[in-house]
DNA sequence: GTGAAAGCGCTAACAC
DNA sequence: GTGTTAGCGCTTTCAC
């Protein structure tokens, strides 16, 4: 700036305001600024965004905090994300929160910075408290997203994940099914709440749970595979699967189709994300969509809302938004 | 730092040292650090990156400009790169280079700041020449990832396209498939060696490249579904497909299924990138690997490099990694 | 062994 | 309408 001065033969703070488009308060001669402009350019000047930070300025950074975006829920939910925040002018910085050896690093060095106007917290990281007692140290707003049956910590955003099993035991049982079981792949932070939901339906409408309905697994393609193998071994096999994830649900059909059971003739599964994939699985999958763009960018403008306006709530409290059923060719009667 | 100093009786000169590990040049009496140490706990002393920034300290961030992380095979590599940035202290921040409305935004925002140490570039960009001119103006060092055969602006880490797809024409060809097509999925940059290399290599085998066998589409689902009705529809149709992407050679595989096309009795069909999902689709797909996480680590141990040392040229030139052939059950003999 | 002072680039009172 | 000055938080000579 001083040289954009000395080349145009004004001071720092004349070049500042003509910049910074002079707030209303003091005009600047027109000749000047044309003058003070064309330096500017001249010496390709580019503001030093740590000295506007010193200055307090915001930083238009959003910190996020994912855990494990190899998911490709959290992959597309990341890409809403980096899209819903350039609309408003932010860019994203990536924190990781995965359970790992140099875990420490990831957070601080997000958090102990004032380089960050606001954190997006996407999924559940209560197995990691250290993340979570970082994050109420922060000086920064935390919007979260996905915290399942955790306490609410912050401002939150969710599915209603009861509703969208609802929906998927509506659908098998309408479509004659009685036998449904239950790939519960492990939610991060011990999110049960799809499967309470699973077992609340099928025992409001027979009675129980049949032994071994209910297979719990990792949340991961193979973790599919190794609950569909549970089922096809039962005594009484069911003929329907609902999974807690998309991911499962592909390594269900994966594991069916391996073992030669047609899907949906033998056996009707249901998924949980709607995961881009899905539609293209074979067959494609029926499963429970969330309005992933709509809570990111609900998410988002929470956030900024945050930054810039101290009225807004910090308190804890949840909103949430209700999932769709998508119904594709991975069901039918049994 | 000054009330830590108020607190601890010593002046800000002094915590900076002491808070420093004062770099031998000066000694602290034992005391006065433990006193400066508490007092600095006591206050819950945080230091400010922009006031250090100002001074010339390095940020630890890494700018990340990715085309299109919904791709899984840059979802994976985005992980990857985070996991590898961690390992040696940076954070991520995500510069958005989609071709879009904001687009102007995402990246002067990423780049006109000194707020990054270094920048990666995931992908082909030069469809977005403002892009490639806002790197080059960068003051960060900028290293490029799969660049394909566009112009090499930077130090640049590739993979062997070429050597991939001659392994699977290999492959193939053992396997007694003289009707090899390519489904050609798009990829960014107009990048063609896989395109290129399949024509080189039927050409080489069999002569010339039958009317119909390369069809070129997007690098999607769709893409690869489109491409297969074009390969079923053809007079004398091929017993093996290969895709350019594994997203292509999915979407053939289900256009494959509807259409009660049997991989691989009657077709085989080879896909690249070996996203998590090749393993688990339906038949597990043969697929082209390449050494992500082995390459991410060279492009992140080279951008770090850049940032640290000024003797390492920042002259443009390629690395070249090469790729590894992985066999499922989408290939047999026609 | 410790303090005083200057300066990194920028903005905002406060002069004039 | 424009310049001067001080200060954001930190590091680093230079004095003592």
Redesign the interface.
Known sequence: MRDIGAVSGVSASTVSRVLNDAPSKVAIAAETRERVLRAARQV?Y??????R??RGAP???LGVIVR???D?FF??A??AL??AA??H?Y??????ARAEE?DA??LP??L????IDAIILMGNVHDQPQVIADLHSSLAPVVALWQGTSPVEFPTIDVDDRGGVVAAVELLASLGHGKIAFASANLPGGNTRREDAYVEQVEARFGQVPEGYVHRVANS?EGG?EALAGFADLPEPPTAVIASTDIAA??V??AA?ARGIVVPRDLSVVGFDDI??A??????LTTVRMPVAEMIGDAVELAIALVKDSTVSRAPRVRVFAPSLVVRDSTSGP
């Open positions: 390709g580019r503001p030093n965004p740590h000295a930070g010193l930083t238009m950074m494990d975006f190899g490709p992959a597309d990341l890409e980096a899209r350039r609309a002018g860019n994203i910085v990536l924190g990781h140099g690093l990831g060095a997000v102990d910075t004032r380089s393609l595979d592909v390594g059909l994966h189709f881009p994939i539609a293209y699985s074979i067959p494609a």
